[in-house]
T-cell receptor, first 112, second 115 residues
Framework: RKEVEQDPGPFNVPEGATVAFNCTYS??????FFWYRQDCRKEPKLLMSVYSSGNEDGRFTAQLNRASQYISLLIRDSKLSDSATYLC?????????????FGQGTTLQVKP | NAGVMQNPRHLVRRRGQEARLRCSPMKGHSHVYWYRQLPEEGLKFMVY????????ESGMPKERFSAEFPKEGPSILRIQQVVRGDSAAYFC?????????????FGPGTRLTVT
């Protein structure tokens, strides 16, 4: 089993739709969770950190489910500009130096 | 520009040559991470450095790859005797401190092509 798994998609949705992605992780000692957005041939850009209590930033909501070992990203009112690959990054537990373990990414295509 | 800086942005090397990739962390950051993204693959951790120290090199290939972060100047990822399989995008990230919880910000990357 991979350490961090994402459904690669693509998720094809119309503008205005709500879409959600999940990211599962295998190490129960994982401590920190992040969502990044990566456009084609560009660097990953930090979208948001994921806190135990959840995190919301405008149209984006991130949740953490420790019991089932996954994080989620919800995008409301999708825009054409949301089309990108969404990467989850996980930092593991004790002794960890902070290195991020990434999933393969989920591709989102928002259509007019 | 206070962001993470990497150069060169594109680098072409023939098989057997050396590649040197440079990274200057974001202002106020002293922790540097290198990641590699192979075509059609995910982003993989390579090495984590602080000034004059390699903290975690668990993701570095055993041979030909080395990294440093000197007291003065940028962090350098060095690949000796490059092979076609080294063709990839190499991203540097920086954080304010090390360990979990600290957010990492990525530079624009260096795209290495080995011919």
């Amino acid at each position: 089993r991979k350490e961090v798994e994402q459904d690669p998609g693509p998720f094809n949705v119309p503008e205005g739709a709500t879409v959600a992605f999940n990211c599962t992780y295998s190490n129960s000692a994982s401590q920190s969770f992040f969502w990044y957005r990566q456009d084609c041939r560009k660097e990953p850009k930090l979208l948001m950190s994921v806190y135990s209590s959840g995190n919301e930033d405008g149209r984006f909501t991130a949740q953490l489910n420790r019991a089932s070992q996954y994080i989620s990203l919800l995008i409301r009112d999708s825009k054409l500009s949301d089309s990108a690959t969404y990467l989850c990054g996980i930092q593991e537990g004790s002794g960890n130096t902070g290195k991020l373990i990434f999933g393969q990414g989920t591709t989102l295509q928002v259509k007019p | 520009n206070a962001g993470v800086m990497q150069n060169p942005r594109h680098l072409v090397r023939r098989r057997g040559q050396e590649a040197r990739l440079r990274c200057s962390p974001m202002k106020g950051h002293s922790h540097v991470y290198w990641y590699r993204q192979l075509p059609e693959e995910g982003l993989k951790f390579m090495v984590y450095l602080q000034k004059e120290n390699i903290i975690d090199e668990s993701g570095m290939p055993k041979e030909r790859f080395s990294a440093e972060f000197p007291k003065e100047g940028p962090s350098i990822l060095r690949i000796q005797q490059v092979v076609r399989g080294d063709s990839a995008a190499y991203f540097c990230a920086s954080s304010k401190a090390g360990g979990p919880y600290y957010e990492q910000y990525f530079g624009p990357g260096t795209r290495l092509t080995v011919t």
